[in-house]
Each structure stands twice: as structure tokens, then as C-alpha cells.
């Protein structure tokens, strides 16, 4: 692990679908490699309040934590396997955890909450990643990678038989079911309005010729999965995480780099990265800068747009 930033040479390698895909980029950015070292670097998640960036490393059991006055430490260590983060209105962290197979909030003081832990009486496979929404309530996946992959969790059974979409509308209440539609439901974001929620599917894991792909299903009045909208299979890979801008666009991790999407689910252009990127956030004092978990390695990269703002 690296203390320092490692700088490397320039901006990455773009690849514009879209002429208005370079209006995103600020020229001549450099793409910077803030820590390496992990075995899946995954779940980040941009901290205001102490300018740091939080993510997993998941197979390692770790959580380690980056900022430009300390570098990177280690936040905790075992991790439960920790996964996908999010942050509540209280700026409290929601962290999806393998090896509890639970959401779990931390409080100030660093007690444990358990969020969700079963659906109808049995117990969750592998929450995998998490937002909330601006009402508080908690939206998370639940694929079976953590119980079926040593190296990321502890081998169980699939005891409620699925792989869901799941909502919690505050706590101690019933988990809602939001989708049973995904083979592997991986990586997910609501649309700006809260209105459209984007799903990714890593089935391809488990299906030949599965999914890998964002879908985008309009939420009808009870918050459950309505009419699908669209679907985009990546052209490299696989996509796990996504995180929208300013503008509602999509930036998903993918086989080659970082896929950015239209609204409407239209490739606009790729950051090529020299390594598989999971999962990303935007963070950084104005919002501007895109952090990516690819693999071994933390990346950052100051855009020409922010980061939604929740
Ligand atoms: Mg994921």
C-alpha cells in the first residue's frame, strides 16, 4: 500500500462516442492513483466532513480510507467483508456487509445498528451495494456472490430462494420488495427525481450469455419496479457499480474503465483504465472530482461536472 499519491504520467486515455463527452472532461487532468494494493477495491464513498474517501477492499476484509493530508489508513480491520456504502442525512455510513449479511449504519460514537438483516424471517444472501433516498428510506441489492465466493464472505445458503431488490423504509420495519427481475442484482442509483431506478445485473456470473447490464425501470406509486425503460449491455465487460452526475447521466464501472451514459442510457464516452474499475463516486471539496475503486487500485479524476447531489 502506498501512502502517497502516485502520479502518473497525463490524463487517461479517453475514447468519445458522443462530441459532448469531452465537454465533461477537464483538459489535462491527470488521473491520479491514491492507493494500490487491494485485492477488489470496491464501495466508495466521498466523506465531506473529513475530506477523506471510504471504500472496501473486499476480499482483503478491509476498509481503508484516503485524504489528501493523511493518504490512506485503515478505517476497519476485519470489515465483515464490507461492501457497497452509503451515506444517510445524518451523514451516517450505510455499509452493505458480506459476512454478516446484513446493512449495517454506523452511529457517531461507532456502535452498530443493524438495518436489514432478514426478508421474511430468513436470512439476507449478500447485500452488495446501497443508496438512500432522500426520504430516508434504504434501497440495496442483494446478490449471492459474498455466500458463494470464499475470498468475499462465508459460504451459506440462499435461504429466501432470490436475489432481490430490496427497500427498507425506515428501521425495524418489513424490508419492501422492489424487484425479484435480476439474475445477480449488483450496483444501483435512483434517477435525480427519485423517479426511475437503475439496476445493474452481473448475471452473467451465473448464466451463460447472462446479463451484464444497467436497466432502467420506472417506479410506480408504491416505489416497486414499474415498466422497464431501458437496458445497456456494456460493450467491455461487465458493469458492478454506478454513480450519477449533476446532469443525470450515468458513470458505471466497466471491463476497460469508466462507461459514461446519457439519461437515457446511450453511451457518451469511456475513461480507459489499465484496470477493471467496480465501482465509483464523485466527491472532492467542489463535487468535481470522480473516484474509482478499480480492482487494486483507488484512481481519482477531476471531471468538468459534479457529482449529484442527493
Ligand atoms: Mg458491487
Redesign the pocket.
Known sequence: MQENALSLPGPPPTLAVDTAFAALLQPGAPLRRLADGCGWA??PVWLAASKSLLWSDVTGNRELRWSEAGGVEVFRAPSNFA??HALDAQARLVTCEHGTRSVVRTEPDGRRTVLADRFEGRRLNSP??VVVARDGSVWF?DPSYGIEFENEGYPGEREYGGCHVFRLDAPGQDLQVVSTAFVQP??LALSLDERVLYV?D?GATHVPGGPRSITALALDDRRRAGPLLWTHTMDAGSP??IALDEDGRLWAGAGDGVHCLSPQGRLLGKLLLSERA??LCFGGPDGRTLFITATTSLYALDLAVRGATG
Open positions: 470496491e464501495g461492501n457497497g452488495n451495494d441489492t449488483n450496483g445493474v452481473t458492478d457499480g467496480a465501482n
